[in-house]
């Protein structure tokens, strides 16, 4: 069992940047992919970034390539993601999520955290 706690949401402006962190416990941290997917209103969830366990891959959805990145700090057992230039499209629920296999956590992560509220105004 793999326990995710989220922190670093809030309410930004266009352009602003904010870092999100995600914490797990249960597991080994290094044997585990991290992903984050959010949830805005009134639509489906949606992957976000995802990074293999020891950190050398690296996945991002086309909506954000080359203004987020996902990273990791083993030592830490932390997961972290650095949104830049942010768009009030990207306004959502931003989950956590976690599997033993980089492919699933990109699709379909065994676990999630409660999600952390991300605004962003125009």
């Known amino acids: 069992q793999v326990q995710l706690v989220e922190s670093g949401g809030g309410l930004v402006q266009a352009g602003d940047s904010l870092r999100l962190s995600c914490t797990a416990s249960?597991?080994?941290?290094?044997?585990?992919?991290m992903g984050w997917f959010r949830q805005a209103p009134g639509k489906e969830r949606e992957f976000v970034a995802a990074?293999?366990?020891?950190?050398?891959?690296?996945y991002y959805a086309d909506s954000v390539k080359g203004r987020f990145t996902i990273s990791r700090d083993n030592a830490k057992n932390t997961a972290f993601l650095q949104m830049n230039s942010l768009k009030p499209e990207d306004t959502a629920i931003y989950y956590c999520?976690?599997?033993?296999?980089?492919?699933?956590?990109?699709?379909?992560?065994?676990?999630w955290g409660q999600g952390t509220q991300v605004t962003v105004s125009s």
């Open positions: 999520a976690a599997d033993g296999a980089t492919v699933k956590v990109q699709s379909e992560p065994t676990y």
């Open positions: 249960g597991r080994t941290f290094s044997n585990i992919a």
């Open positions: 990074i293999s366990g020891l950190g050398r891959g690296t």
